[in-house]
């Protein structure tokens, strides 16, 4: 009898492989414990049950990776910032960016980045997205700008990464809440990709940009959230920069969860602080600066701001 004939294997580029090699399992891969999830979830209870009557259902906290961010970043800006939102071309570029993904992954045959991004954006402008107003305010050059960024980097998403198969279970914009205390606190998240089964998750952030310290941080959270609703901790974290075509990948541990538990419970001790019990917020200038409605107003960003930029290097 002969042998079947093997099915050749895709070919990929050395970016695309890189990926694969970043998020594959390794064959000595063991799940972390459940009883590891319980204990995180019991530590994380605990030490917001003396807050949790400061919120009720009906007014909830919900506690988002943004809002981590800026906590932990500018108490003045994240008090300025709260409660206000604006679309600019920064952050539509990566919401469109982010629908493209999504298409992109479930499409069927061959994909041309810019009817994608057409796609894309003729679909979040058609919907409910609270981007529809801004995708339809665009002057003609603006909407040209912008559909020239995104193909760019949706363009690179497809050098980078294999295409997924359906057997990886790719999910895009997948969004996971965990409501403690009757849901007087909710944490929340939305994954730009996740591969693989609830034991076994690989959670993949992808950034136009270059990587930073603070993505770590925020896949750590979502990671605390997945084990939270889920009762099993995700494999395995990576951002994925575009730009630099490199993943920064971290293994889901007992240590990235607590280290998770940390940093949502001071996050959220100190907004109680700023927002409840009326606290003088600090001010931290750095980089974040850029983006800060005060950044007219506040002499510590203005000076940060005004910096000669060989003061970076
Ligand atoms: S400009 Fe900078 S230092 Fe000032 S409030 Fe905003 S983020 Fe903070």
Redesign the pocket.
Same mark, same amino acid.
């Given at each position: 009898m002969t042998a079947p004939t093997p099915t050749p294997e895709p070919d990929y580029n050395p970016m695309q492989q890189a990926v694969l090699d970043a998020l594959g399992k390794s064959p000595d891969w063991v799940p972390l414990p459940r009883s590891v999830v319980d204990t995180v979830r019991t530590r994380i209870t605990d030490e917001l049950a003396d807050v949790a009557g400061r919120y009720t259902p009906d007014k909830a906290l919900w506690v988002s990776k943004q809002k981590l961010n800026t906590v932990h970043?500018? @108490? $003045?800006?994240h008090m $300025?910032a709260r409660d206000t939102f604006e679309w600019n071309p920064n952050i539509a570029k990566g919401t469109v960016l982010h629908k493209a993904v999504e298409l992109g992954v479930h499409w069927r045959g061959d994909t041309v980045p810019a009817d994608i991004v057409d796609e894309a954006i003729a679909r979040l402008a058609d919907s409910n997205h609270n981007i529809a107003d801004y995708l339809a305010a665009l002057s003609e050059g603006d909407r040209a700008q912008l559909r020239s960024y995104v193909v760019d980097m949706y363009t690179r998403f497809e050098e980078c990464f294999p295409r997924l198969k359906p057997a990886w279970r790719p999910v895009t914009e997948s969004a996971a809440r965990y409501e403690m205390f009757g849901g007087a606190i909710v944490l929340g998240t939305r994954s730009d990709l996740t591969l693989g089964t609830a034991d076994q998750k690989v959670i993949i952030d992808v950034k136009s940009g270059g990587l930073h310290a603070s993505h770590r941080e925020d896949l750590r959270f979502y990671a605390l959230v997945e084990a939270l609703r889920s009762g099993m901790a995700p494999r395995r974290l990576a951002t994925y920069s575009l730009a630099a075509a490199r993943a920064d990948v971290e293994e889901v541990s007992e240590g990235v969860l607590q280290a998770a538990v940390r940093r949502v419970v001071d996050g959220i001790r100190t907004i109680v602080a700023l927002e409840l019990d009326g606290r003088e917020?600090t001010?931290?200038? $750095?980089a974040?600066?850029r983006?800060?409605?005060?950044?007219t107003?506040? $002499? @510590?960003?203005?000076a940060?701001?005004s910096r000669d930029i060989d003061d970076d290097y």
């Open positions: 970043g500018c @108490e $003045a800006q $300025a917020p001010k931290r200038p $750095a974040h600066c983006w800060c409605p005060l950044n107003s506040c $002499a @510590e960003g203005i940060f701001l």
